[in-house]
């Protein structure tokens, strides 16, 4: 188990890397390096135990985090925080730099795991599409509300409130542990991207401390009924997610500010290198994604097989 940790954080460290771009979900990167399963089977152990604290039931609470594989789940969280770490402050920059190219690449990658989440649908039928276009036309009418201008978009977000940072981050982690959704992306449509990064840059140890609590809690609230919902009403969940994408890529349009904006402004001279940029990055996720499906079909029948003894 002590040799599996090096590896164990060099794979938690290309999830992190994932996890931090919008579009691009550390669940996806799990699914390729086959540790998915095993990662969700943990995450639920401690989630369960995590909400056995919550309601006073200490004893029971304790003996369910025993079943969890602490030192895979550890490992791999360091590996995370460590990309996180190495590469915020290089996103950060870009984003205000390379405005347009980055939301370009964040559209790209975003639209990308739409295509991906509509090929998880099991039913495409009348009442799902109806879900996803409600959802897409809300969020998009929704995020128009937000003010428009660059100065106002910054001001707005550049002294967000604690409570900000803790629902910002019991909001994503749900987001973080799905394939095909992207935790940063959720951030990205509530605004708080560009604080959390800040923070992480400017190792501001009181914000990140109140959005990991919000993780915490989160895993111990919502992914018990998240897992209850994928499993009773899997299409309807995942039809709102991909409305929930498509309306919020209104944040992701280019033009005029990239992300700093939800103005709709026409594409000017940078057109030709945005949909390039943005056609490679929905590719890439493709890609990934039929990588990731083909070692998750190969570890089941390799378990299924196991389990026969074939």
Do not use: K
Request: aromatic share 8%.
């Amino acid at each position: 188990m002590v040799r599996e940790i090096p590896t164990s954080v060099a794979r938690g460290f290309l999830m992190g890397a994932a996890d931090i771009v919008p579009g691009v979900s550390g669940g996806t990167v799990a699914l390729v390096l086959g540790i998915y399963r095993r990662l969700v089977r943990s995450i639920s152990t401690a989630s369960a135990a995590l909400g056995r604290f919550l309601r006073g039931d200490v004893g029971g609470g304790t003996s369910t985090l025993r079943r969890v594989e602490w030192s895979f789940v550890l490992s791999l969280v360091a590996g995370i925080g460590l990309a996180v770490f190495a590469l915020s402050h290089v996103l950060e920059q870009a984003l205000a730099d390379y405005p347009i190219e980055m939301a370009s690449l964040f559209t790209g990658l975003v639209a990308g795991s739409v295509v991906i989440t509509w090929q998880l649908l099991e039913r495409r039928d009348a009442t799902r599409l109806a879900i996803l276009v409600l959802t897409t036309v809300g969020v998009f009418v929704a995020l128009g509300l937000r003010p428009g201008t660059t100065d106002d978009v910054v001001a707005q977000l550049s002294s967000p409130t604690p409570w900000a940072f803790f629902g910002a981050g019991a909001v994503a982690i749900c987001a973080m542990i799905l394939p095909g959704i992207s935790g940063s992306f959720i951030l990205v449509m509530l605004g708080m991207y560009g604080p959390v990064l800040a923070a992480v840059t400017d190792r501001d140890v009181v914000s990140l401390g109140i959005f990991v609590l919000g993780t915490v809690v989160g895993l111990a609230l919502f992914s018990q009924g998240l897992h209850w919902a994928l499993n009773e009403h899997y299409d309807s969940v995942m039809a709102t997610l991909i409305g929930l994408m498509v309306g919020s890529m209104r944040v992701l349009w280019p033009w005029p500010d990239g992300v700093d904006s939800t103005v709709l402004g026409r594409p000017d001279g940078s057109l030709a290198i945005a949909l390039v940029i943005g056609l490679v990055a929905a590719a890439f996720v493709v890609t990934v994604s039929t990588i990731a499906t083909r070692v998750e079909h190969r570890t089941a029948r390799d378990e299924i097989e196991e389990i026969h003894g074939v």
